[in-house]
């Protein structure tokens, strides 16, 4: 098993930049393929971006291409969304998760263990 717990939520603005984290302990990290989702106030979860193991590879929802990156850090069990030119639509509860599945996957049924969300808003 492993743990997650999320870091780094916050209020800013529009245009600003904030980089989320994610700490995991527990079984070894790079044995799991990570994934950001995000809930906002009467939506459903809705997935970010996902890496795999090592972080050679990553995949993200077109919402965020182009203004998000994800990566990870397996030296310091740690995993990262970085975001830049935030928008009002980017609230949300941000999630991370973990999958022992190979490779990357958007479907959060997929996902195993999650952590248990940080709160992002962003003002216009």
């Known amino acids: 098993q492993v743990q997650l717990v999320e870091s780094g939520g916050g209020l800013v603005q529009a245009g600003d930049s904030l980089r989320l984290s994610c700490a995991a302990s527990?079984?070894?990290?790079?044995?799991?393929?990570m994934g950001w989702f995000r809930q906002a106030p009467g939506k459903e979860r809705e997935f970010v971006a996902a890496?795999?193991?090592?972080?050679?590879?990553?995949y993200y929802a077109a919402s965020v291409k182009g203004r998000g990156t994800i990566s990870r850090d397996n030296a310091k069990n740690t995993l990262y969304l970085q975001m830049n030119s935030l928008k009002p639509e980017d609230t949300a509860v941000y999630y991370c998760?973990?999958?022992?599945?190979?490779?990357?996957?958007?479907?959060?049924?997929?996902?195993?263990?999650w952590g248990q969300g940080t709160q992002v808003t962003v003002s216009s």
């Open positions: 998760a973990a999958t022992t599945r190979a490779g990357l996957d958007y479907r959060d049924f997929v996902y195993d263990y």
């Open positions: 527990g079984r070894t990290f790079s044995s799991y393929a």
């Open positions: 890496i795999n193991w090592d972080g050679g590879n990553t």
